[in-house]
């Protein structure tokens, strides 16, 4: 993998902690693979409790410096980290491909992704305006000031492993807070190019730290547990995400959770089909499918369900699947054997009940971790591809009669993080817009994210906005100042 680079300093096997880079107490390491191939691509420190504790504590001590910077000063900082992702995006696209798998424009569509939430918050670190409240006696003033929650520890997934992320480093640097990160066990090397990148930025020693691990759960436990970490951001699933809100409660721990999703998407009839199924191929197979933005259960409506089904099967057809590396591929490794298992167990059960594969419907040829793109019609409420998140490159297209209806089932869901559909009915679009209950819909279109925009969920999908004028909220406690004048 090193050869591959242009700067092969990007690709460290140690873990920064405080400002230096370490190896684990007791020498312990774990060993990253590449998922296309199953090839060993290095080892890094497997950090134990005494660890994770320098890490709390070096995150707590030099919070009170870093957030009394001024905040143009962070901006800086956060500026100069977001050109050195983009001057460094090739070698960072190439390590995330080779321990994730996604084919390498998506990794770097990725990388850039991610930047673009350093970029957003270098702005908005500036932009941390309080109030003043018009007072009810005379010889009253009272201000409003938001202030850095403190040390905020950072649990991430594998799925996206540079830009989730940057989506949590970003706003909590800039508003001064400083970050203990976990990166997922399956990708950390993506998290420790961006802290080599962090450091060289200039951004002081003890305000990034990067926590590589396998004992997660001892990880979150002592997380909520130190009184010095005092907010949680996690993306992950949302059974974690409720151990880490349980864990969290005994010190009423503030929490961002980005949890799991389970996206309706659906085509009405007055849709534009052609763009539907662009739609649905960009929202479905992006990542393989594993994105907790991803459509997991395409509704169309039943005048258009044979046409549409018959054009989103020769779109799939002709998608390539292969390993991330080699040109032209779209569809990636899933990240392990239980992923390929649980398409699988969807797949069959599916079947069991009646529906019937269109194009797909197996392991690929590519490798152990491939599977083909697949689309299934005749699908149905019971099944468990309408309950559950597959998380892989398989389109199950269910049949609705009426608007009403196939809001109904869209919403019987304990999940709400993103929704899609398409029509061409203003007065349409703008009713199931309202009525869909997620943090967000994507109208015409099967592509939504931005760092522009507040992304999160309702219901079960999580807590908190990442991105956005009110990303930096998350961040910030209000603080009410009371002044007698008297
Ligand atoms: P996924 O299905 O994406 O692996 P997880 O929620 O299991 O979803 O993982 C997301 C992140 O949460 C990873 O970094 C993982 O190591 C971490 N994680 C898993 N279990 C726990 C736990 N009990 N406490 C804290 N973090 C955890």
Known sequence: LASKL???????????????????????????HDPATGRLIAA??????????????????????????PAKDRAALLRRFHDLILANAGDLAIILTAEMGKPLPEARAEVLYGASYVEWFAEEAKRVYGDIIPAPLPDRRMLVV??????????TPWNFPSAMLARKLAPALAVGCTVVAKPAAQTPLSALALAVLAERAGIPGGVLNIVTATDAPMVGEMLCASEKVRKISFTGSTNVGRILMRQGAEQIKKLSLELGGNAPFIVFDDADIDAAVEGAVAAKFRNAGQTCVCANRIYVQSGVYDAFAEKLTQRVRGLQVGDGFSEGAEIGPLIDSNAVAKVAEHLDNALSLG???????TAAQQGEQFFLPTV????????????EETFG???PLFSFDTEAQVIG??????????????????????????????GMVGVNTGLISSELAPFGGVKQSGLGREGSKYGADDYLDLKYICLNLS
Not at 22 to 32: H, K, M, Q
Not at 355 to 361: Q, S
Not at 409 to 423: H, I, R, W
Request: glycine letters at 10%; hydrophobic letters at 50%.
């Open 44 to 69: 890094v420190p497997d950090l134990g409790s005494a660890d994770l504790a320098d890490a709390i504590d070096a995150a707590h001590a030099v919070q009170p410096d870093w957030a009394a910077l």
């Open 146 to 155: 938001k202030r850095p929650v403190g040390v905020v520890g950072a649990i």
């Open 409 to 438: 089932m869209a919403n019987d869901t304990q999940f709400g993080l993103a929704g899609y559909f398409y029509s061409r009915d203003l007065a349409r679009i703008f009713r199931v817009a309202e009525a869909l209950e997620t």
């Open 393 to 395: 490159p398989l389109a």
């Open 355 to 361: 529906a019937r594969v269109r194009v797909g419907g």
């Open 6 to 32: 242009n700067d092969s300093s990007l690709l460290v096997e140690k873990t920064l902690i405080a400002g230096q880079w370490i190896t684990a107490r007791d020498g312990a390491t774990f060993n990253v």
């Open 376 to 387: 299934l019609t005749g699908v149905t409420p019971g099944m468990k591809v309408a309950s």
